[in-house]
RNA sequence: GCCUCAAUAGCUCAGACGGUUAGAGCGACGGACUGUUAAUCCGCAGGUCGUAGGUUCGAUUCCUACUUGAGGCGCCA
């Protein structure tokens, strides 16, 4: 709509009919007022010139941010600056006054994204709100549009899961039982064999397991949707309900997946760049001034890459007094991380082969006996933005190792039987969606780039 | 889960060593002016000072608890 109208520079004198919310008005006692009408669809308002001889022109003065309007007019070539067309009304229906202009939660003005949370139904009227969804409606093509281009299939993992995938993480229960009158066995436990589906289920913290069953079959496939983490986490850069693009690659070891994680990063950043602009615009005037240029850097630079040992002796020879001692072996903090990316590279870094103690049972273990093929990607200002590794695909390190972590072998019994039918190196990693908008667009808080999110004490709308 | 900070107008904040009428900016509303565009200028309205206790002659101010929010750490994406 307005996107069409202000991007395809249509022919004057041609007739249009636009619908959407007025930002502002303004009157000259000339006997003429100029709206600016937004439809959300991209970020620049439309400026509707509405004159005294309208039949309504008394009840278009009383409209305020946020009424709603139906527009008919004629495209004409704008007397004012700001724009070079405008829309000299000929019909202005009003849907919807707002009740009351003094009181609106989101009146025109610059609001805290501390306080929009707390209006969050209200909130996809602002420029920023409305610029965030239209920024993550991109990435999100964008990741589906580089993983099909090359190759990869979308296989919609389950939600609801019977195991705890990684051992990591709190999960939320599933249950349709009466938690006020649970059912007990004979030993006076919950009885979840009468439970819905027979046995106590979560939802998922990761599509990964499932998603290793389908790459070795099909070879490059992807999840990507939603999990869950019930962790308590008070952070800017956790929430309880995320999205996660998580890509399993077949044939393929530590290297091919950093490659693709490198490569599709960069494709999302261009991408962005191409149908954004208008956005990432305002992000740079009104959030953080580096945010194009960073990502226009960084679409023709290399990322960095380090191993795990060569970031520890960085970290130890840095002079700087971390508040985390730094020694091999140790897992990086937060300060260490940004420390590396923010300063010492001064760009996304990838750091591979992690001490194998600090990482989880199904990466594969590197011939030194210490370091797994671990990769994570960490991004200036956000922290770990990728997480991933090279899969252990040897039946009998993989069952060794579960069992020096006490990991069921029981309830992952098919997750072994990949390993013991015709199994073949592969890897795989999980990327955030929200820290990378994030990262994107300067919004320094995960909860500002999802619609309504979901954290600790935190379940609104 | 741990630590720190905050809560005063629709929003962002200031303020009172505890004492008559609690201030500003933005927004809203009214007016002036203008092909305006974060318009400008003038004016007006708007407050149970988060909740519950306590100390006190008197608490929005001090104390305690609670609630909510923010930031940092841990966990991770």
Request: hydrophobic share 40%; glycine share 6%.
């Given at each position: ?17 636009l619908r959407g919310w007025v930002r502002s ?190 790459c070795l079959g099909m070879s490059k496939v ?240």
């Amino acid at each position: 709509m307005s996107r069409q109208v202000l991007s395809s520079t249509p022919e004057l004198d041609t007739q249009v009919e636009l619908r959407g919310w007025v930002r502002s008005r303004r009157d000259s006692k000339s006997g003429i007022s100029f709206i600016a009408l937004s439809d959300g669809s991209c970020f620049d308002t439309i400026q509707i010139v509405a004159q005294n001889n309208l039949a309504n022109y008394a009840d278009i003065l009383r409209l305020t941010k946020d009424c709603s309007i139906i527009v008919t007019g004629k495209v004409v070539a704008s007397l004012g600056e700001g724009q070079h067309i405008e829309i000299l009304a000929d019909n202005i229906k009003i849907l919807g006054f707002v009740e009351n202009p003094d009181s609106y939660p989101v009146s025109p003005k610059r609001h805290t994204v501390e306080y929009l949370r707390e209006v969050a139904h209200l909130r996809p009227r602002t420029n920023l709100i409305a610029a965030v969804m239209r920024i993550r409606n991109t990435v999100s093509y964008a990741i589906h549009q580089y993983l099909q281009d090359n190759g990869f299939f979308w296989i919609h993992t389950p939600l609801i899961t019977a195991a705890d995938a990684e051992g990591a993480g709190e999960l939320f229960q599933v249950t349709s039982l009466d938690l006020n009158n649970l059912p007990k066995d004979e030993q006076g436990k919950v009885d979840f064999k009468r439970d819905f589906f027979g046995s106590p289920t979560f939802l998922t913290v990761s599509g990964q397991l499932n998603a290793e069953a389908y790459c070795l079959g099909m070879s490059k496939v992807y999840t990507f949707g939603p999990t869950f983490r019930a962790e308590n986490s008070n952070t800017t850069r956790h929430l309880a309900e995320f999205w996660m693009v998580e890509p399993e690659i077949a044939f393929a070891n530590l290297m091919d997946n950093a490659l693709l994680a490198k490569s599709l990063l960069k494709y999302v950043f261009k991408t962005v760049l191409d149908k954004n602009a208008d956005d990432m615009g305002f992000f740079a005037q009104f959030i953080n001034k580096d945010v194009v240029t960073r990502l226009e850097q960084l679409v023709n630079q290399e990322f960095a890459v380090l191993t795990y040992t060569e970031a520890i002796d960085f970290l130890l020879k840095s002079n700087k007094s971390f508040e985390n001692e730094v020694s091999w072996g140790i897992d990086l903090a937060s300060e260490h991380e940004r420390w590396l990316c923010e300063e010492l590279m001064q760009r996304p870094t990838v750091v591979t082969d992690y001490p194998r103690d600090i990482k989880a049972f199904y990466m594969r273990q590197n011939d030194d006996g210490k370091t797994v093929a671990a990769m994570d990607i960490l991004a200036p200002g956000v922290g770990e933005i990728i997480g991933g590794a090279q899969r252990e695909e040897r039946y009998d390190v993989l069952v060794a190792r579960m069992q020096e972590m006490d990991i069921s072998r029981e309830t992952l019994y098919w997750y072994l039987d990949l390993r013991r039918f015709g199994t073949v190196p592969h890897a795989g990693f999980g990327l955030g969606l929200e820290r990378l908008i994030s990262y994107i667009t300067g919004v320094q808080n995960v909860r500002d780039v999802i619609p309504f999110p979901r954290a600790s004490k935190s379940a609104n709308f």
